[in-house]
């Protein structure tokens, strides 16, 4: 199946420190890394390492760190249609500590992305059979994106993050939301999660973190718990759990194994200091 991702690039300026300051104060961080992020590029990245057939669409600013943001989707060798926006690229600011994580992000030239760039995408890409996003991206063109796909009868999995409330009409249109339980809150108002699973018949999926994954196992909700790992950092394992769900749909497993997939996937990236880095080991690990 041809799976086709639309959401965000971002450079991801990562530090270390061993609390957050407190307000007007100043303290020392331990270290810094500047990496490749965004989810949309994130979940590209992992799901074309699991050597499915993906194309990424995405938007980077006239800034310095457009160039960047291009050249690393060219060097990981993903399909990908890269639009220029005025302006900067997307970035993202995210404080590590205690094995968690806290990310502010700055949409940049995300949320320059509009219906021509969509119209464009899809023309260039008639045979999409899945289509994938988030919400880091113009929410304007994400409504219109899913009414497209759905107008043509294209499967959707929406990753609702970050997390804000949607439009029931938007839930509808989705073939497979995948939230964690902050985005499950916002968008459905209660923090009953098994009541989300069940009241929406197996098109939501909720990660839990470290607990697991919850869905709904016939009439009833059921958690497929995540692996015993020593985590080096969390950020990215949401993308790349929906990269590796997509995988496993894609190839035509059923939700539970394409869940199991998801899991196995998400736990290699969290080995790993920043949210594309695992996916050389992911491909080692997928396609031996
Ligand atoms: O999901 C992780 C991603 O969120 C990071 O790469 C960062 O860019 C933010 O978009």
């Given at each position: 199946?041809?799976?086709?991702?639309?959401?965000?690039?971002?450079?991801?300026?990562?530090?270390e420190v061993d609390r957050?300051?407190?307000?007007?104060?100043?303290i020392?961080?331990n270290?810094?890394?500047?990496?490749?992020?965004?989810?949309?590029?994130?979940?590209?990245?992992?799901?074309?390492?699991?050597?499915?057939?993906?194309?990424?669409?995405?938007?980077?600013?006239?800034?310095?760190?457009?160039?960047?943001?291009?050249?690393?989707?060219?060097?990981?060798?993903?399909?990908?249609?890269?639009?220029?926006?005025?302006?900067?690229?997307?970035?993202?600011?995210?404080?590590?500590s205690n094995?968690?994580?806290?990310?502010?992000?700055?949409?940049?030239?995300?949320?320059?992305?509009?219906?021509?760039?969509?119209?464009?995408?899809?023309?260039?890409?008639?045979?999409?059979?899945?289509?994938?996003?988030?919400?880091?991206?113009?929410?304007?063109?994400?409504?219109?994106?899913?009414?497209?796909?759905?107008?043509?009868?294209?499967?959707?999995?929406?990753?609702?993050?970050?997390?804000?409330?949607?439009?029931?009409?938007?839930?509808?249109?989705?073939?497979?939301?995948?939230?964690?339980?902050?985005?499950?809150?916002?968008?459905?108002?209660?923090?009953?999660?098994?009541?989300?699973?069940?009241?929406?018949?197996?098109?939501?999926?909720?990660?839990?973190?470290?607990?697991?994954?919850?869905?709904?196992?016939?009439?009833?909700?059921?958690?497929?718990?995540?692996?015993?790992?020593?985590?080096?950092?969390?950020?990215?394992?949401?993308?790349?759990?929906?990269?590796?769900?997509?995988?496993?749909?894609?190839?035509?497993?059923?939700?539970?194994?394409?869940?199991?997939?998801?899991?196995?996937?998400?736990?290699?990236?969290?080995?790993?200091?920043?949210?594309?880095?695992?996916?050389?080991?992911?491909?080692?690990?997928?396609?031996?």
């Amino acid at each position: 199946m041809k799976i086709g991702i639309v959401g965000s690039i971002n450079v991801d300026v990562m530090y270390e420190v061993d609390r957050a300051p407190k307000q007007g104060e100043t303290i020392f961080g331990n270290k810094y890394n500047i990496k490749n992020g965004g989810k949309g590029a994130n979940q590209a990245v992992i799901l074309n390492s699991l050597e499915d057939d993906v194309v990424f669409f995405g938007a980077v600013g006239t800034d310095i760190f457009g160039l960047q943001a291009r050249n690393n989707l060219i060097t990981k060798g993903l399909k990908s249609q890269v639009e220029s926006k005025d302006g900067n690229t997307g970035l993202a600011i995210i404080q590590l500590s205690n094995g968690d994580n806290e990310i502010i992000v700055f949409k940049g030239a995300n949320d320059k992305i509009n219906e021509e760039d969509i119209d464009m995408f899809f023309k260039k890409n008639p045979d999409l059979d899945i289509i994938v996003s988030q919400l880091e991206i113009n929410l304007e063109s994400i409504k219109y994106l899913i009414d497209k796909a759905y107008n043509l009868g294209i499967k959707v999995i929406l990753n609702p993050a970050p997390a804000v409330s949607l439009n029931p009409d938007i839930v509808n249109k989705v073939t497979y939301l995948i939230p964690n339980e902050t985005e499950a809150e916002a968008i459905f108002k209660t923090n009953d999660l098994e009541q989300i699973v069940k009241e929406n018949k197996g098109k939501v999926i909720i990660t839990i973190g470290k607990q697991g994954v919850m869905y709904l196992d016939g009439i009833l909700p059921r958690i497929l718990p995540s692996e015993k790992i020593t985590v080096v950092d969390t950020t990215g394992a949401g993308d790349s759990f929906v990269a590796g769900f997509t995988s496993g749909i894609a190839q035509g497993l059923e939700v539970k194994e394409a869940i199991e997939k998801g899991i196995r996937v998400a736990s290699i990236t969290c080995q790993y200091l920043g949210a594309q880095t695992s996916y050389t080991k992911v491909k080692e690990v997928f396609n031996k």
